[in-house]
């Protein structure tokens, strides 16, 4: 018997009644393009990234590779969905049923104790979103995308999906025509943002689709840690999240990005996230890939600048009717540059879970250094798993070392802990924990306790 | 009334229904050492796993009845909280379980309501007392540890989760002098008259730290011979042959 308890727990399945000043017609065109870079009171710039970004998804077919989107009908889904709320920056001003979607996803509470800022996206728009007054003054700005375009113009040109062009695939083409929504982040020079800033998207409506745009720009010396999460409640219909996240870490900038990615197993999760790093700055992704019902998402770095490094963790769960299709990608053009990257899945309950990684170490990148784990449990034998790791390396100077290993999870282990005390639940439960800890850890500790709690419902519900 | 019974005790290895087991018999009472002793391969271990109802064997016939409780049905976790215990001859590591929270787990399963704070300190007197380095007890379980340190990490646990029946496989195994004379010594203060405890093991050097009150020579699959610490000493001189002919001419 398994349940579905991982990601559908009571604490992300409501939905909240919600009052829409606009809902766009299903599907997506170009008069729907016009319409939402109208109704954002966009530039003619912007308007025109859109509407080659939609010429460019017209023309590219699905990746060959990956996750099957046979059932994915892009004529059902609604992609701009628009709340009835103005952008605030006091939770108390945001309409009743909103904000206490967010009282229920712990937002304010965490905001309070230990954030920086925080951002909460409801559909389509950010309905919120503060930042310290100090952090203000020293000029790390945090704003929703759409305000960033209109007061950040020369920065937001320079960056918005220069990462990420539109042509990147067929998902990036369709996010740069509808992107609605997502933070923009600039950390000044030299300046360090000591508590992380928040970001959390919530989809409320069936058969909708998000489409988040996050830039981050942390100049030369500067540090920040960012972390999304996101949820959604579970319709019989699909939704659709087609995110992006660009980050260009300059000179000695640091960045930590840490996604907990809880989506209801109804939703295609097809996301795009890449950095940019200089010459000696440090980018980590610590990702947690927990719900959705199939996701695509292989965090990239791009290690440009000499002694540049890159640090990918994650944590990738596939439960009953899941396919996790991820990975990451680090791509070394400097020389002495680093990496590391450790990969962890656990496949349950018929659940497939697919490691694709790359790691190109290129001619010019000499004396680089980089170490590869991925590691993939399986907790019954109706689970799968695959691990896909490209290397190419092309010069003769650096050191890589891999490691990929796939197993179950061992009898004589959970013996031993029976042996202890254990039921044989807790005892797998108690593995699985221990399989993630080394990358849980790395989660803000609230994350960290609810990953524990979620694998222990699930793993614990579903052994007879 | 015995702690431990184990009536003409029958099992086989489940994937190949061999016979692993033929008729084993053994009481052990409140307060008594015994040692099963018996050359390598002799199955002497899989008695102590079969005792704490590994799933890799089955019960073909006999019983085991730890202080009343008939165990035949009983799980490995269930045994446990009824107060069968065994030592491993190579313990498992668990990655990313660190060995202090584990036995703060285990011993709530098995009814100990104390605080963690309190849990805690007994855990770390008690590494003090095994010369069990101290930092191990916050590292992930068993991992990295040396044979040594494994075998004290078993001890640490035998004696904070107290059992009332413990088997302890192999203890020595592996052990240098000084590691033998900690765990024997931490074997003897823990022996009350509130436990039972089986000795299995190849050599007698065990025994000359731990004094059993019985001896039994195990070959192939059951107990041949039953004795006073005397046959210890006599096996040492002899070594098994003597037992494997008998039960051959048997």
Same mark, same amino acid.
Request: hydrophobic share 40%; with cysteine; charged share 25%.
């Given at each position: 018997?398994?349940? %579905?308890?991982?990601?559908?727990?009571?604490?992300?399945?409501?939905?909240?009644?919600?009052?829409?000043?606009?809902?766009?017609?299903?599907?997506?065109?170009?008069?729907?393009?016009?319409?939402?870079?109208?109704?954002?009171?966009?530039?003619?710039?912007?308007?025109?990234?859109?509407?080659?970004?939609?010429?460019?998804?017209?023309?590219?077919?699905?990746?060959?590779?990956?996750?099957?989107?046979?059932?994915?009908?892009?004529?059902?889904?609604?992609?701009?969905?628009?709340?009835?709320?103005?952008?605030?920056?006091?939770?108390?001003?945001?309409?009743?049923?909103?904000?206490?979607?967010?009282?229920?996803?712990?937002?304010? +509470?965490?905001?309070?104790?230990?954030?920086?800022?925080?951002?909460?996206?409801?559909?389509?728009?950010?309905?919120?979103?503060?930042?310290?007054?100090?952090?203000?003054?020293?000029?790390?700005?945090?704003?929703?995308?759409?305000?960033?375009?209109?007061?950040?113009? +020369?920065?937001?040109?320079?960056?918005?999906?220069?990462?990420?062009?539109?042509?990147?695939?067929?998902?990036?083409?369709?996010?740069?025509?509808?992107?609605?929504?997502?933070?923009?982040?600039?950390?000044?020079?030299?300046?360090?943002?000591?508590?992380?800033?928040?970001?959390?998207?919530?989809?409320?409506?069936?058969?909708?689709?998000?489409?988040?745009?996050?830039?981050?720009?942390?100049? %030369?010396?500067? +540090?920040?840690?960012?972390?999304?999460?996101?949820?959604?409640?579970?319709?019989?219909?699909?939704?659709?999240?087609?995110?992006?996240? %660009?980050?260009?870490?300059?000179?000695?900038?640091?960045?930590?990005?840490?996604?907990?990615?809880?989506?209801?197993?109804?939703?295609?999760?097809?996301?795009?996230?890449?950095?940019?790093?200089? %010459?000696?700055?440090?980018?980590?992704?610590?990702?947690?890939?927990?719900?959705?019902?199939?996701?695509?998402?292989?965090?990239?770095?791009?290690?440009?600048?000499?002694?540049?490094?890159?640090?990918?963790?994650?944590?990738?769960?596939?439960?009953?009717?899941?396919?996790?299709?991820?990975?990451?990608?680090?791509?070394?053009?400097?020389?002495?540059?680093?990496?590391?990257?450790?990969?962890?899945?656990?496949?349950?309950?018929?659940?497939?879970?697919?490691?694709?990684?790359?790691?190109?170490?290129?001619?010019?990148?000499?004396?680089?250094?980089?170490?590869?784990?991925?590691?993939?449990?399986?907790?019954?034998?109706?689970?799968?798993?695959?691990?896909?790791?490209?290397?190419?390396?092309?010069?003769?100077?650096?050191?890589?070392?891999?490691?990929?290993?796939?197993?179950?999870?061992?009898?004589?282990?959970?013996?031993?802990?029976?042996?202890?005390?254990?039921?044989?639940?807790?005892?797998?439960?108690?593995?699985?924990?221990?399989?993630?800890?080394?990358?849980?850890?790395?989660?803000?500790?609230?994350?960290?306790?609810?990953?524990?709690?979620?694998?222990?419902?699930?793993?614990?519900?579903?052994?007879? | 009334?015995?702690?431990?019974?184990?009536?003409?005790?029958?099992?086989?290895?489940?994937?190949?229904?061999?016979?692993?087991?033929?008729?084993?018999?053994?009481?052990?009472?409140?307060?008594?050492?015994?040692?099963?002793?018996?050359?390598?391969?002799?199955? *002497?271990?899989?008695?102590?796993?079969?005792?704490?109802?590994?799933?890799?064997?089955?019960?073909?016939?006999?019983?085991?009845?730890?202080?009343?409780?008939?165990?035949?049905?009983?799980?490995?976790?269930?045994?446990?909280?009824?107060?069968?215990?065994?030592?491993?001859?190579?313990?498992?590591?668990?990655?990313?379980?660190?060995?202090?929270?584990?036995?703060?787990?285990?011993?709530?399963?098995?009814?100990?309501?104390?605080?963690?704070?309190?849990?805690?300190?007994?855990?770390?007197?008690?590494?003090?007392?095994? =010369?069990?380095? *101290?930092?191990?007890?916050?590292?992930?379980?068993?991992?990295?540890?040396?044979?040594?340190?494994?075998?004290?990490?078993?001890?640490?646990?035998?004696?904070?989760?107290?059992?009332?029946?413990?088997?302890?496989?192999?203890?020595?195994?592996?052990?240098?002098?000084?590691?033998?004379?900690?765990?024997? *010594?931490?074997?003897?203060?823990?022996?009350?008259?509130?436990?039972?405890?089986?000795?299995?093991?190849?050599?007698?050097?065990?025994?000359?730290?731990?004094?059993?009150?019985?001896?039994?020579?195990?070959?192939?699959?059951?107990?041949?011979?039953?004795?006073?610490?005397?046959?210890?000493?006599?096996?040492?001189?002899?070594?098994?042959?003597?037992?494997?002919? =008998?039960?051959?001419?048997?």
């Amino acid at each position: 018997m398994s349940r %579905e308890a991982f990601v559908d727990s009571s604490r992300f399945e409501f939905t909240s009644r919600t009052d829409y000043s606009y809902v766009s017609e299903k599907g997506f065109t170009e008069s729907l393009v016009r319409e939402i870079s109208g109704r954002k009171d966009e530039p003619g710039w912007m308007l025109q990234l859109r509407l080659n970004s939609f010429r460019a998804f017209s023309r590219i077919h699905d990746p060959s590779f990956g996750v099957d989107t046979g059932l994915l009908d892009l004529g059902e889904i609604v992609a701009y969905l628009k709340p009835n709320a103005s952008r605030e920056r006091a939770w108390e001003d945001l309409p009743v049923e909103i904000r206490e979607t967010f009282e229920k996803l712990g937002i304010p +509470e965490a905001e309070r104790n230990s954030l920086s800022g925080a951002g909460a996206q409801y559909d389509s728009e950010v309905v919120y979103q503060n930042i310290k007054r100090e952090l203000e003054e020293l000029g790390v700005v945090f704003l929703d995308m759409e305000s960033a375009v209109k007061e950040y113009p +020369e920065l937001v040109k320079k960056y918005f999906m220069k990462a990420v062009p539109a042509t990147d695939h067929k998902y990036s083409a369709l996010h740069g025509a509808v992107w609605s929504g997502g933070s923009f982040v600039y950390v000044p020079k030299n300046i360090k943002v000591k508590q992380p800033l928040q970001a959390y998207f919530r989809m409320n409506a069936a058969s909708s689709g998000q489409f988040e745009h996050t830039l981050i720009v942390a100049d %030369e010396g500067s +540090e920040l840690q960012f972390i999304e999460g996101c949820s959604a409640p579970r319709f019989n219909e699909l939704n659709l999240h087609v995110g992006m996240v %660009e980050i260009f870490v300059l000179k000695g900038a640091r960045v930590r990005y840490s996604t907990i990615q809880n989506w209801s197993k109804n939703t295609y999760n097809l996301n795009t996230k890449r950095a940019i790093v200089e %010459e000696d700055g440090t980018m980590e992704w610590i990702s947690g890939s927990l719900g959705s019902m199939k996701t695509m998402l292989y965090p990239t770095t791009v290690l440009k600048g000499r002694r540049a490094r890159a640090e990918h963790l994650g944590i990738t769960y596939a439960g009953p009717g899941q396919h996790m299709d991820t990975g990451s990608k680090v791509i070394h053009l400097a020389p002495e540059t680093s990496s590391i990257v450790d990969a962890r899945s656990i496949s349950t309950g018929g659940g497939w879970a697919f490691y694709r990684g790359l790691l190109d170490i290129s001619e010019r990148a000499v004396n680089s250094k980089s170490a590869v784990q991925c590691t993939a449990m399986m907790i019954d034998n109706d689970s799968r798993s695959d691990t896909l790791p490209i290397i190419s390396v092309d010069n003769s100077s650096s050191n890589i070392g891999h490691e990929a290993r796939i197993g179950r999870i061992s009898e004589e282990q959970i013996f031993y802990l029976m042996s202890r005390g254990l039921s044989e639940s807790e005892a797998k439960a108690m593995i699985v924990r221990g399989f993630v800890e080394p990358v849980a850890k790395q989660f803000p500790v609230e994350y960290a306790v609810e990953l524990n709690r979620l694998i222990n419902l699930e793993i614990e519900g579903s052994i007879g | 009334m015995s702690l431990l019974r184990v009536e003409n005790l029958h099992a086989v290895l489940k994937e190949s229904m061999e016979e692993i087991l033929k008729g084993v018999n053994v009481k052990v009472n409140s307060g008594e050492i015994h040692a099963i002793m018996g050359p390598n391969g002799s199955g *002497k271990s899989t008695f102590a796993h079969v005792l704490m109802g590994n799933p890799k064997f089955k019960v073909t016939s006999g019983s085991i009845t730890l202080d009343g409780v008939d165990l035949g049905d009983l799980s490995t976790d269930e045994r446990a909280k009824q107060g069968m215990f065994m030592t491993f001859q190579h313990p498992q590591e668990i990655p990313g379980i660190r060995l202090r929270s584990f036995l703060i787990a285990a011993s709530g399963e098995l009814g100990n309501m104390e605080s963690p704070i309190m849990k805690s300190r007994k855990i770390d007197r008690l590494s003090i007392d095994n =010369s069990f380095d *101290k930092d191990l007890v916050d590292r992930y379980l068993n991992v990295g540890f040396s044979g040594g340190e494994k075998k004290k990490s078993e001890i640490v646990q035998m004696q904070f989760l107290k059992p009332k029946l413990v088997v302890l496989d192999e203890i020595d195994s592996g052990l240098d002098v000084d590691a033998l004379k900690v765990i024997s *010594k931490s074997i003897n203060s823990f022996r009350s008259e509130r436990n039972g405890i089986i000795l299995i093991t190849h050599y007698e050097r065990l025994l000359e730290y731990v004094v059993p009150d019985y001896v039994h020579v195990y070959v192939d699959g059951s107990v041949v011979a039953s004795g006073g610490p005397d046959l210890a000493r006599e096996i040492q001189q002899s070594g098994y042959e003597r037992y494997a002919v =008998s039960l051959r001419e048997v």
